[in-house]
């Protein structure tokens, strides 16, 4: 995402919300504040009894706001912007402000399309309620007229066809700020902690239990600084196609229980086989449309890392799947093979499994029959014989360190050298390969 629209009911917490974004990504975001409220205190206009001045100088702002979206956007920061013109009509047509509603048809494209609008709700009691206690009167909102703004916003939204996420406004600040946080794809970096010195993409491949999510996990729980300077991994988020497998298993279920014929998967011993092939080309094909949607985030590889996470074997190996990758992912992409062995893999398999949480990262297995017909045979070995060294894949060279991850360890000064051992290799390699 580069440019969101942030709305809400007055006193929802907008601008509150908008500022202490400001101050801590004071270098990745831009915020602009409510247009409309920025007009009306430059110029001394009361909102509600001159709407026709309003109107003109809303006109005569819409030029200037629209250079300052384009200037956020051409610096590569996410452009936050408090409420919009959608909203100044619902408003409009509340108050049956025809000058506004007038003029709206000759303007609506003014402004940039946002990428998302973020609703911050709160019920309209509440918002009576903070309206009274900041003392701004001339800029409440009754209720009724509230009320009759909700319900034009909604169509017109609905009208446009707008991407929009509401978000519950009225909780624990801590907890709503983590969360527009998570969406606005936002991970704050300490001032002292640089991320120059990190991949960019990771990609985790190995056996069904050669530790991955494992590793992962490890990273997840190691505090930011420690994981930068050790292991050159930033603020990370994760596409395991794990789960998009799981969710086609369920896909199945459903039909299945609708009369229909089964696609992709049959139940087989508590768990699912894969029953047409064609499954691991698609996972991969789900894998780039996910790293297009990750992409489109401000700097998103800028500021964390990606981890891909899958295993491939049998006919199916990952010297097929691996051409499927997309050229902008491979181009900047650094693989750590997990090693085990296949027995050892089929133990750990076995152990993890918990019935109870069979789609859970850490406890789903494979049943033995795929293990045997899938992921005995591994091709790993075959396109990189050497502990470390480059891949040729669709004319990108992709640097590689296979990691051994024998014996099966839980001790954390032994997994903090394994680990840091492999990826100051593969760091290496990946720098050294980007500069030429």
């Keep these: 995402m580069r440019y969101v629209v942030i709305e809400g009911l007055p006193a929802s917490g907008k601008s509150e919300t908008l500022a202490l974004l400001a101050r801590f990504y004071p270098e990745r975001v831009k915020i602009l504040p409510e247009l409309v409220k920025e007009v009306a205190m430059q110029e001394e206009i009361n909102l509600f009894t001159e709407r026709e001045r309003l109107t003109k100088a809303i006109l005569t702002a819409l030029p200037r706001r629209r250079e300052q979206i384009e200037e956020a956007l051409s610096q590569?920061?996410?452009c936050l912007e408090?409420?919009?013109l959608g909203?100044?009509?619902a408003y409009a047509r509340a108050l049956q402000d025809r000058s506004f509603i007038s003029v709206y048809p000759r303007i609506q494209d003014s402004l940039p399309t946002p990428d998302l609008y973020l609703r911050l709700e709160i019920p309209i009691e509440l918002s009576l309620k903070r309206q009274e206690a900041r003392g701004t009167l001339k800029f409440d909102v009754g209720d009724s007229a509230l009320e009759r703004m909700l319900t034009h916003l909604q169509g017109?939204?609905?009208?446009?066809?707008?991407?929009v996420t509401t978000l519950n406004a009225d909780r624990r600040p801590s907890a709503f700020l983590s969360e527009v946080e998570k969406i606005l794809g936002l991970d704050y970096v300490p001032a002292l902690t640089s991320l120059k010195e990190t991949f960019d993409i990771l990609l985790l491949l190995g056996r069904p239990a050669s530790g991955k999510s494992e590793f992962i996990d490890f990273m997840e729980k190691c505090p930011l600084e420690r994981r930068v300077q050790r292991y050159h991994i930033a603020p990370f988020s994760v596409v395991d196609d794990f789960l998009i497998l799981w969710e086609k298993f369920e896909e199945d279920d459903l039909w299945e229980r609708l009369g229909r014929g089964r696609l992709y998967s049959r139940p087989a011993n508590g768990n699912y086989s894969v029953i047409d092939s064609g499954i691991w080309p698609f996972l991969i094909g789900k894998i780039n449309h996910r790293i297009e949607e990750l992409s489109t985030k401000v700097d998103a590889l800028s500021h964390q890392t990606l981890f891909i996470e899958f295993s491939r074997g049998g006919e199916h190996g990952?010297?097929?799947s691996l051409k499927y990758l997309s050229l902008k992912l491979l181009s900047r992409t650094a693989i750590l093979?997990?090693?085990?062995?296949f027995a050892e893999s089929r133990r750990r398999n076995l152990a993890r499994y918990?019935?109870?949480q069979r789609a859970g990262i850490l406890t789903h297995s494979v049943p033995p029959e795929e293990m045997e017909r899938t992921f005995r045979q591994d091709d790993w070995f075959d396109l990189a014989p050497n502990p470390q060294g480059t891949l040729e894949i669709n004319g990108t060279r992709v640097p590689y360190v296979t990691m051994k991850n024998e014996p099966e360890s839980t001790d954390q000064a032994i997994l903090d050298t394994r680990y840091r051992d492999a990826l100051d290799r593969l760091y290496?390699?990946?720098?050294e390969s980007s500069l030429k």
Excluded: M
Aim: glycine share 6%; net charge negative; no cysteine.
């Design 87 to 89: 909203v100044h009509l």
């Design 337 to 341: 093979y997990v090693s085990v062995s």
């Design 82 to 84: 408090e409420s919009h």
């Design 354 to 356: 918990d019935v109870e």
């Design 318 to 320: 990952y010297a097929e």
């Design 156 to 163: 017109w939204h609905i009208a446009q066809g707008n991407n």
């Design 428 to 431: 290496t390699l990946w720098k």
């Design 76 to 78: 590569g920061k996410l």
